[in-house]
């Protein structure tokens, strides 16, 4: 597959192709992190033409693409995992290109983004998601008549999903937020990310393909390239956008979360942004296998460079049961490498973020790893804090995310210390406890707090590695999330770009199928509150 450098609109590529001087500050390159060398091509920003173009399009499509089969909308997921399949190779090659992303990870991340995308193929294709709920009319009932009511889940309208920089595929052009939006029967508007505009443009020829073959129409899908905030501004101040997903940073995220809020008609802004996914370290398991735990967590901080929302970047331990563990992480650590960071962005804010953090009040450094031989300006070495729960609570910006390869470990004099640290968390997507079944016992209260502070509560794993499946919650109070009753992986994801409509006594006929009497769907639906297959009569 070629790839031109321009954005995908209806089907076809779009942007100038002759330039003239003065144009030349909308043209940019991916950069290989590990090299520093820019890849072609170069690739031109999305024009205001261009995104004007791109929303009217969509606009037009999702008249048609909401009404599509439940059956129709899954064959084109269907297709579109497998023409991601087809080219597996060129895919990887290029993303590890322009992210230095290992092999094996990105060819589990193919593998990961079409299982997705059948994922939410089974899910529309079934039908049930829609939740329909029927009342019958009860004309004799008294005071008040009782209508018939029926209700069910609809497609917003277009929504503009912004790819990730830490997930080339799995979070970006036909990642989680693109396959729920379109499961639901949404159009899609992608802002790539700027890091890996070659990945994000192959994928994007599979899509337009996949939706050319289906003779859909062709605004069904677009990709939109930018070397910075303006394509990604534009959309979701745009008038035709009716939703935003996104996974990124918190300054990023919030940003577009006041764009979406300060719109004479705001729509929702579903943002993944802040987590340091806090670790709670119960004595009995640092007492039984503290050595396995020191290296499991060592994997854990360091895999993918630290570059995962999921990263555990904030452990508590009890005070007296600290040292020897820590002293067997400081052991793995000194022969630790360094890591080739996303971008050379990304490298210098965690160097700057680590190097705030050294130079706080009752924090020091665990040990320093070995710098690579080979070093470029996207490198990071691994950095494990030590503190106390007293200087965390007079600095809580200790607690903040640091996106690499980091972690602040924090002592706690007892249990009272371990419970107020807990309950002064903010929002995060994890958190995770090390313990005994007893030690879990013995801390429900501590349960409690947690439960009320992030999405997902794990016992004895570790957050990194995130499932895609039916009960997985990927979200979590502000700022992990911009709702935290919301998940941007697995089905219940689709929930983000539907609304309710009530159809209050329409004919038979006038009604959708999924809300018809003899429910030839055959889907799961509340009939005057009980769930059943059944004809509604």
Request: net charge negative.
């Amino acid at each position: 597959m070629t790839l031109s450098g321009q954005s995908i609109i209806g089907g076809l590529s779009a942007g100038k192709t002759n330039l003239s001087h003065a144009d030349r500050d909308v043209l940019f390159t991916a950069i290989n992190p590990a090299t520093g060398q820019s890849l072609s091509p170069e690739y031109v920003s999305a024009s205001q033409d261009d995104i004007e173009h791109a929303t009217l399009l969509a606009e037009r499509a999702f008249s048609v693409y909401a009404k599509l089969s439940g059956a129709k909308k899954a064959s084109l997921l269907r297709a579109i995992a497998e023409g991601l399949e087809a080219i597996r190779d060129a895919l990887v090659e290029r993303a590890h290109m322009e992210t230095a992303l290992p092999v094996p990870r990105l060819e589990g991340e193919v593998a990961r983004t079409a299982n997705q995308l059948r994922l939410f193929a089974e899910v529309t294709e079934e039908g049930s998601w829609v939740m329909a709920r029927i009342d019958r009319a009860l004309p004799s009932r008294r005071p008040t008549p009782r209508p018939d009511l029926r209700s069910m889940l609809r497609p917003l309208g277009p929504v503009a999903v912004f790819g990730a920089s830490n997930f080339p595929l799995a979070f970006s052009v036909a990642g989680g937020d693109t396959a729920s939006a379109l499961a639901a029967g949404n159009t899609i508007l992608v802002k790539a990310h700027p890091a890996h505009p070659g990945t994000s443009e192959l994928v994007g020829q599979v899509i337009a393909s996949c939706v050319r073959s289906a003779e859909l129409p062709a605004g069904v899908f677009s990709l939109l390239f930018d070397k910075g905030t303006t394509v990604g501004t534009a959309l979701v101040r745009h008038s035709r956008v009716k939703a935003v997903g996104f996974t990124g940073s918190l300054a990023a995220g919030r940003a577009l979360m006041d764009l979406a809020a300060a719109r004479p008609n705001p729509i929702p802004c579903f943002t993944e942004m802040s987590s340091t996914n806090p670790v709670f370290m119960l004595p009995g398991a640092i007492r039984e296998r503290g050595e396995q735990i020191a290296k499991d967590l060592h994997a854990s901080i360091t895999l993918g460079a630290g570059q995962f929302c999921t990263k555990p970047g904030l452990i508590f331990l009890p005070q007296q049961e600290t040292n020897e563990m820590l002293d067997h992480l400081r052991d793995i650590v000194r022969q630790s490498p360094s890591f080739t960071m996303l971008t050379k962005g990304i490298a210098t804010q965690f160097s700057q973020s680590v190097a705030d953090r050294k130079g706080s009040s009752g924090v020091h450094a665990l040990t320093a790893s070995i710098p690579s031989k080979e070093s470029n300006d996207a490198t990071a070495d691994i950095a494990l804090l030590v503190t106390n729960a007293k200087s965390l609570e007079a600095n809580p910006a200790l607690s903040e995310e640091v996106f690499g390869p980091a972690a602040l470990f924090v002592s706690c004099a007892d249990r009272n210390e371990t419970l107020r640290a807990a309950e002064s968390l903010c929002g995060h997507l994890t958190a995770t406890l090390l313990g005994t079944e007893e030690d879990l016992d013995r801390n429900r209260d501590l349960v409690e707090i947690l439960e009320r502070k992030v999405g997902r509560l794990i016992f004895n794993g570790y957050p990194t590695g995130v499932e895609v499946s039916h009960a997985m919650v990927h979200g979590g109070p502000y700022p992990s999330t911009s709702d935290g009753r919301s998940t941007s992986v697995g089905s219940q994801s689709i929930f983000r770009f539907a609304r309710p409509v009530c159809y209050q006594n329409f004919p038979e006929d006038s009604l959708p199928a999924e809300l018809r009497n003899d429910n030839p769907l055959g889907i799961l639906r509340m009939i005057d509150g009980i769930m059943t297959r059944e004809c509604s009569g």
